[in-house]
């Protein structure tokens, strides 16, 4: 495939893993699995296609709302994510992120995210971060906190500077954002870093997700004017 533009950063709003079970008459925790299933290929592909970062909303603040059966299937899928993949990404050159907050995780979560950055860490590849334990708003307020608690000048905040207080500001601002299931809305999604994203929604389930759809969406952003204003 030969677009002239590939978007640098795509961010993925991963919609729709109940809803896809419910369609096949499956409990939704098999929707979960398909969609685990569905994250790392697209990882892999993003990867082979020239992709520099992929980042993806797995788990926001706003998820601890569900039932607490749903909740403990979803911790111990991301256990078993760990166990399952980090390894071969290890062994592929990705880089592995984690976006969000420790608090509130167990000590087995928490350390299955930073044992994933740890092996990783020198990893050149394509950046995967996973926003988990997340949300746009409380993102800006602990960058907020952590300026405070710097005593950083009134005269020397800016926009850079506060870039530079976000989860992992190496991460660079999102070109396209990406929304499965039909909905169009951030959900609380990197609000800072995709303030000037090109969005592209998807009437598809998450679970539906493949290499089909990510080339008409780079074929997409191959054709948007990104004029940041101007």
Not at 112 to 140: D, M, P, R, W
Request: net charge positive; hydrophobic share 35%.
């Amino acid at each position: 495939m030969s677009q002239k533009t590939i978007p640098k950063h795509i961010g993925i709003i991963m919609d729709g893993n109940r809803r896809w079970a419910k369609k096949h008459g499956y409990p939704s925790i098999r929707g979960h699995q398909q969609g685990l299933d569905t994250l790392v290929e697209t990882v892999e592909i993003a990867h082979q296609k020239g992709i520099k970062y992929i980042t993806v909303y797995a788990f926001s603040t706003e998820n601890w709302k569900r039932t607490p059966k749903e909740l403990n299937f979803l911790m111990n899928l991301t256990l078993k994510a760990f166990e399952k993949h980090i390894s071969r990404m290890h062994e592929q050159n990705v880089k592995f992120l984690m976006m969000g907050s420790f608090e509130g995780l167990s000590e087995k979560i928490a350390a299955g995210f930073k044992n994933a950055e740890t092996l990783t860490k020198n990893n050149t590849g394509i950046v995967f971060s996973v926003c988990f334990n997340y949300g746009g708003q409380q993102e800006i307020v602990d960058a907020v906190k952590n300026i405070i608690s710097d005593k950083v000048n009134n005269s020397d905040i800016d926009v850079h500077k506060i870039n530079n207080y976000l989860y992992h500001p190496e991460v660079p601002d999102i070109d396209l954002v990406l929304r499965t299931s039909g909905e169009m809305r951030l959900s609380n999604f990197m609000l800072w870093r995709s303030a000037y994203s090109e969005f592209i929604f998807f009437d598809i389930l998450w679970p539906d997700f493949n290499e089909s759809y990510l080339d008409m969406a780079i074929k997409e952003y191959d054709k948007r004017q990104r004029r940041y204003g101007g």
